[in-house]
């Protein structure tokens, strides 16, 4: 059963800083791209980062460039997102997401999703 646990989220002041975790597990982690996406109130869900399976390109929104880093750690089965100087704006569910295997054409890859864990940022 594939599985994917966000842990990380809370409350935070404007400035400061969260790690958010992903934990994955029953499906082969290494051959997955990751995502973190984020869906604040009355918006459209988006991308904000993501990472390759074994090369470990990364990718950012405009929004969170050079304030978030992605990383994963494909040992432990874990997604992380170190998040920055945190901004109101940032306030959001953040979800994971693993798609893959990488190398399939789209239409035959998988999509999976975590539930969801909330960043608020506020003073």
């Known amino acids: 059963q594939v599985q994917l646990v966000e842990s990380g989220g809370g409350l935070v002041q404007p400035g400061g800083s969260l790690r958010l975790s992903c934990a994955a597990s029953g499906f082969t982690f290494t051959s997955y791209t990751m995502r973190w996406y984020r869906q604040a109130p009355g918006k459209e869900r988006e991308l904000v980062a993501s990472?390759?399976?074994?090369?470990?390109?990364?990718k950012f929104a405009d929004s969170v460039k050079g304030r978030f880093a992605i990383s994963r750690d494909n040992y432990q089965r874990t997604l992380f997102l170190q998040m920055l100087s945190l901004k109101p704006e940032d306030t959001a569910v953040y979800y994971c997401n693993a798609n893959g295997p990488e190398g399939l054409v789209e239409w035959l890859k998988k999509d999976y999703w975590g539930q969801g864990t909330q960043v608020t940022v506020s003073s």
């Open positions: 990472i390759t399976s074994v090369g470990g390109g990364t």
